[in-house]
């Protein structure tokens, strides 16, 4: 079963707008990643959190984690045509090597 | 470009065959993984090696194995293949192999079978 389970699975946004994707997640983590995936191609990191972390930003990305309700975000502001894409988050937990990748958010931005 | 290349792009083949999928990893990096994305299943991790030795097992069923060799590329081999194993096989790799790195991915291996 998914680690993390991300809402909406899809938003369509028009060019220029924010966008917002959630992330929630099962068990304590270490550290929580965010990817993005164009069609048909390999993931690509964008950013991640450490769970001391509370809000890490990155360019148009802000990322928050909230570790008592077993969740993040990922805003993009000003979305653009490129932002189009698939997101996922993916979290480290305990002492495992393992990454574990949710279900992810399909984002069309509208031109 | 990611630096992680893996060949074939696609491959085709029918129930009962054997394939082998090939990755090579980042220039430095030491740790490859191998993942299976399917509509139904997402992104599952199925195993991870790390300079040379497994280091990490997911979701990989007993018909798959995998290997690193010594110049630290990988191998993915499945066997006995079934028509739930149309997927994109995806390798990634990271410098040292703590899940907190990043990892960079290829492009994948879409197989289909027929």
């Known amino acids: 079963s998914q680690q993390g389970e991300e809402d909406p699975q899809a938003l369509s946004i028009q060019e220029g707008e924010n966008a917002t994707m959630n992330c929630s997640y099962k068990t304590s983590i270490n550290n929580l990643q965010w990817y993005r995936q164009n069609s048909g191609r390999g993931l690509v990191h964008l950013i991640l959190?450490?769970?001391?972390?509370r809000e890490k930003h990155s360019g148009r990305l802000r990322v928050t984690l909230d570790t008592s309700k077993k969740s993040s975000s990922l805003l993009i502001t000003a979305s653009r045509a490129a932002d189009t894409a698939s997101y996922f988050c993916?979290?480290?937990?305990?002492?495992?090597?393992?990454?574990?990748f949710g279900s992810g958010t399909r984002l069309l931005v509208r031109p | 470009d990611s630096g992680v290349t893996q060949t074939p792009k696609h491959l085709i083949t029918a129930t009962g065959q054997r394939v082998t999928l090939r990755c090579s990893p980042r220039?430095?990096?030491?740790?490859v993984y191998w993942y299976q994305q399917s509509l139904d299943q997402g992104l599952q991790f199925l195993i991870q090696y790390y300079n040379g030795e497994e280091r990490a097992k997911g979701n990989i069923l007993e018909r798959f194995s995998a290997q690193q060799f010594p110049d630290l590329h990988s191998e993915l081999n499945l066997s006995s293949l079934e028509l739930g194993d149309s997927a994109l096989y995806f390798c990634?790799?990271?410098?040292?192999?703590?899940?907190?790195?990043?990892?960079?991915f290829g492009d994948g291996t879409r197989l289909s079978i027929l």
């Open positions: 993916a979290t480290d937990v305990d002492s495992s090597y393992k990454l574990i």
């Open positions: 990634a790799s990271s410098p040292g192999g703590a899940p907190y790195q990043p990892q960079h």
């Open positions: 220039s430095g990096d030491l740790s």
């Open positions: 959190i450490r769970s001391n972390e």
